[in-house]
């Protein structure tokens, strides 16, 4: 059984961590095949992305915006961000508000 966490995040609160590991997963952008779709609480779909990491499984919500952050990556725009801010990441719980 996999005991990872499971959190949905919406694009405009990703970590540069997982931000890095998007681009990581999709180097050349992600299609179709590697999108997610699923209804949130409130009956609405999200199409989302997956990426893993060893405690972690992140759903990122897909958007235009997305596509344009991965594209525009650069690690040093990251490199004074504060890790442990609590509002970068979204429990699955609690992601009413995103949508």
Do not use: C
Request: zero cysteines; hydrophobic letters at 35%.
């Amino acid at each position: 059984m996999d005991n990872r966490k499971r959190i949905i995040v919406d694009f405009k609160k990703l970590t540069p961590e997982v931000l890095a590991l998007l681009v990581e997963t999709y180097p050349d952008g992600y299609d179709d095949v590697n999108v997610i779709r699923f209804k949130n609480a409130k009956e609405e779909w999200v199409e989302a992305v997956q990426v893993d990491t060893d405690d972690t499984k992140y759903l990122v919500k897909v958007s235009r915006k997305l596509v344009l952050t991965m594209e525009n990556y650069d690690e040093d725009d990251y490199v004074d961000y504060d890790e442990d801010d609590p509002e970068a990441i979204q429990d699955p719980e609690i992601n009413d508000e995103l949508i």
